[in-house]
């Protein structure tokens, strides 16, 4: 069983940056895979970025590549998406997700196990 939580939302405006941070608890993250998801109102959880649990493969929907990064710290049981250039098309509740085990990335939701309770991010214009 694996406990997530994040942190590092926000009010920010537009062009600024936030890292969001997941902290898992319960058992080891190092053969996990993680996701960020984020969902805005009015429309369906979308996959953000993914990255395989060693860290070395990583995928990002294309509105976010070049500004968004997605790392883990298995040693930690930290997972973290630093967000850069931020628009208010990003404004959205994020979530943090997991699965295992996971030498693959993985694009729905559906194909995660585990998540957090998610955390607002509010991109101004």
């Known amino acids: 069983q694996v406990q997530l939580v994040e942190s590092g939302g926000g009010l920010v405006q537009t062009g600024d940056s936030l890292r969001l941070s997941c902290a898992a608890s319960?058992?080891?993250?190092?053969?996990?895979?993680n996701a960020w998801f984020r969902q805005a109102p009015g429309k369906e959880r979308e996959l953000v970025a993914a990255?395989?649990?060693?860290?070395?493969?990583?995928y990002y929907v294309d509105s976010v590549k070049g500004r968004f990064t997605i790392s883990k710290d298995n040693g930690k049981k930290m997972v973290y998406l630093q967000m850069n250039s931020l628009k208010p098309e990003d404004t959205a509740v994020y979530y943090c997700?997991?699965?295992?085990?996971?030498?693959?990335?993985?694009?729905?939701?559906?194909?995660?196990?585990?998540w957090g309770q998610g955390t607002q991010v509010t991109v101004s214009s």
């Open positions: 990255i395989t649990w060693n860290g070395v493969r990583t």
């Open positions: 997700a997991a699965r295992s085990p996971s030498s693959s990335l993985y694009y729905t939701a559906d194909e995660y196990v585990y």
């Open positions: 319960g058992r080891t993250l190092s053969t996990y895979g």
